[in-house]
Nanobody, 118 residues
Framework: QVQLVESGGGLVQAGGSLRLSCAAS????????MGWYRQAPGKQREVVAT???????NYADSVKGRFTIARDNAKNTVYLQMNSLKPEDTAVYYC????????????WGTGTQVTVSS
């Protein structure tokens, strides 16, 4: 079992920055990929960024150049640095983890709200 706890959300003006953190506990040795997803009101959940245990990253086109995902394996923590925030980035942000040999992300945090005002 893997438990994920997000922190760092809040209210920020457009153009501002926020840094999200996600601490993993439990069977952390089993985690390969970690990632951030988001869900805006009335929309489906979408991937924001993912990172492998080795540090390879992928980003949604909508956040490339503005968001940076990073990971500290020693602390079992993943971060999402969000710069140049836009109102359309407003959503609940979820941390996710995928075990080795798993097809999908199977462990999820409860989410943290990010609100960007115009």
């Amino acid at each position: 079992q893997v438990q994920l706890v997000e922190s760092g959300g809040g209210l920020v003006q457009a153009g501002g920055s926020l840094r999200l953190s996600c601490a993993a506990s439990g069977s952390t040795f089993s985690i390969n990929d970690m990632g951030w997803y988001r869900q805006a009101p009335g929309k489906q959940r979408e991937v924001v960024a993912t990172i492998t245990r080795g540090g390879s990253t992928n980003y949604a086109d909508s956040v490339k150049g503005r968001f940076t995902i990073a990971r500290d394996n020693a602390k079992n923590t993943v971060y999402l640095q969000m710069n140049s925030l836009k109102p359309e980035d407003t959503a609940v942000y979820y941390c996710a983890a995928k075990r080795f040999f798993a097809r999908d992300f199977g462990s999820w945090g409860t989410g943290t709200q990010v609100t960007v005002s115009s």
